[in-house]
């Protein structure tokens, strides 16, 4: 367990009963965490995010097979260059209620030139949207 490990981006939405932070690892990936601590879905919720690019959902709290209603951010989103908490970049997303999202950057999408807004036109992001839908009602 190091301190560079963890990044704090939101602590102090008392108003919304929202927090974020980022979990780094050794090799640099980071993973944006979300709560929302109330019963109430957060629509159109702006979290600032470390880099620009793809943020796919790795995992929701609220997913049904869970036992959740499924309400999310339909596999991912892209960031904005919209400064927002301390961060360049930021995302709009919805945040289920009483549940926790991740969100991973794929830079892959980043490296072969799908940088923000990320054209979900591409076959590309298709092929990876459809895939990640597929998995979700598995």
């Known amino acids: 367990h190091e301190p560079g490990g963890f990044e704090w981006i939101l602590h102090d939405d008392a108003e919304n009963s929202v927090f974020s932070f980022i979990r780094k690892s050794r090799n ?3 993973i944006v965490v ?7 879905v957060r629509d ?4 600032g ?3 620009p690019g793809f943020y796919e959902e790795i995992f929701n709290s609220d997913a049904e097979v869970y036992g959740g209603a499924n309400s999310g951010n339909a596999g991912g989103i892209p960031s904005e260059q ?5 961060k360049e970049h930021s995302v709009v997303v ?5 549940a ?6 794929r830079d892959y999408l980043v490296k072969r030139g799908f940088r923000t807004p990320v054209n979900v036109e591409n076959p590309l992001v298709d092929t990876f949207m459809t895939r990640r839908a597929a998995a979700a009602k598995q």
């Open 49 to 51: 995010v470390p880099s």
């Open 34 to 40: 979300l709560v929302n601590a109330t019963p109430v």
């Open 28 to 30: 640099n990936d980071q």
């Open 94 to 98: 919805q945040l289920p209620p009483l």
């Open 44 to 47: 159109n919720y702006r979290v």
């Open 100 to 105: 926790t999202v991740f969100f991973k950057l």
């Open 82 to 86: 919209m400064g927002y908490h301390g």
